[in-house]
């Protein structure tokens, strides 16, 4: 199965955080993409590949339009699609009085199962082909994802969340149940495909000493899954965690005491951060999900995004959505509020950086760099095609963008899933 598209191409092949920016965003005018057994098979200037195809295979060709690698989402939650934009509470008060009732209706393995499909079908929409997903304490709710992800040979990350305390009693596993039930879905999903098996305390709060301690265990014993939960979101929550686990110097010690702080381990937000925190989370390789929809939502804060990439000690991060306390499925308006969170920590995001955290930033946050997040040969072919004049204010505005920068940024600014013209998942089209 060979296919290629032609278009303009926007792709990273380094970090821009710690390299300038013209030594790492690469820009073709006019290239092609060949795609073959869910692979890219080349890539390059269109006069430089087309006369190597053959005659008959057809070459979808976009205009007004760049090539992109396809976007993913760090940090999100599917159960939560059914409850985005619910009112009026900061994050303790949202868990308890929204998403611990909505997470309940997920024993329902048939509900699960259609929150999945809704819920993947938005993100094709969106331009995302990858994503790392919370499910809920019901193992089902997992085995859904995973089955629907499956139809699409779709790169998804998900684990079951883990909760022992301060959640309603249909919602709390134990310490040994969280084990063995997530231990059960590694050997079910990890690797099974493109499927990768997340380990999801939901944060410490909810977690007691003894379970994080047998999650710790967990990691150890399968070093190459991926560790999720949430860090520092909330000033109330931080206070929380100092009172739950006070023999801890911090909230980050109390992951890094657990054994849950290394490579391919990822935690939502991490707003409020010491300088020695964030030390530690680039000793240990761990990286932080930047929810900026979520955190603007909640009310919880700017994560400093520039601070945390300090080269002199760069802690990895990814940009992600957060539904449903983040409030768009679309990584251009995440990128939107990403900007706006830098402006409001004294600087300002630039397009390439905010296109770079959405793709090869997640990928490196999430350990699979040398799978996604970048259109090279031997790569995925995971691909979004993004429409330059998909609103007349857009098509307007544009007439006045000088260069590829400023383009980009009128997109993330007012783009949305309008701005999506086609997703492309293991090289086959799933959107557009
Ligand atoms: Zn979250």
Known sequence: MKTAIRGALLTFKDDPFVRDMQDCMVYEDDAVVVMEDGKIAAVGPAATILPTLPQDLEVTRY??????????????????????????????????????????????????????SVFLKEQHKNGV????????????????????AANYDMRIMAGKVCMDRNAPEALLDTPQRAYDESKVLIERWHGKGRAEYVITPRFAPTSSPEQLEMLGAL?????????????SENRGEVEWVK????????????????????????????????EAELEVL????TAIAHCPTSNFFLGSGCFNVKQARD?????????????????????LQTMNEAYKAAQLSGYALSAGHAFYLASRGSAEALGLADKIGSIEVGKEADLAVLNL?????????????????????VQMTLGDDRAIAATYIAGRRVWG
């Open 63 to 116: 205009t007004d339009s760049v090539i992109l690698p396809g976007f993913i989402d760090s940090h999100v939650h599917y159960p939560q699609t059914e409850m985005i934009a619910a009112y009026g509470e900061q994050l303790i008060d949202w868990l308890n009085n929204y998403t611990f009732i909505t997470e309940q209706g997920f024993a329902d393995k048939d509900h699960a199962a259609e929150v999945a």
């Open 129 to 148: 082909t990858s994503a790392c997903v919370f499910g809920t304490v019901f193992p089902q709710s997992v085995d859904a994802l995973f089955e629907e």
């Open 219 to 231: 990691a150890r014993e399968f070093p190459n899954t991926l560790i999720q939960s949430h860090l």
């Open 243 to 274: 009172s739950l686990f006070p023999a801890c110097r911090d909230y980050t010690d109390v992951y890094q005491r657990f054994g849950l702080l290394r490579e391919r381990a990822i935690y939502g937000h991490g707003i409020h951060l010491s």
């Open 282 to 285: 680039s000793a240990t390789g």
């Open 311 to 331: 080269a002199r000690r760069p802690v990895k991060v990814g940009l992600a959505t957060d539904l449903g306390a983040g409030t768009s499925f679309s990584m």
């Open 389 to 409: 004049k998909s609103t007349p204010i857009i098509e307007y505005r544009m007439k006045y963008a000088r260069d590829i920068h400023e383009a980009l940024f």
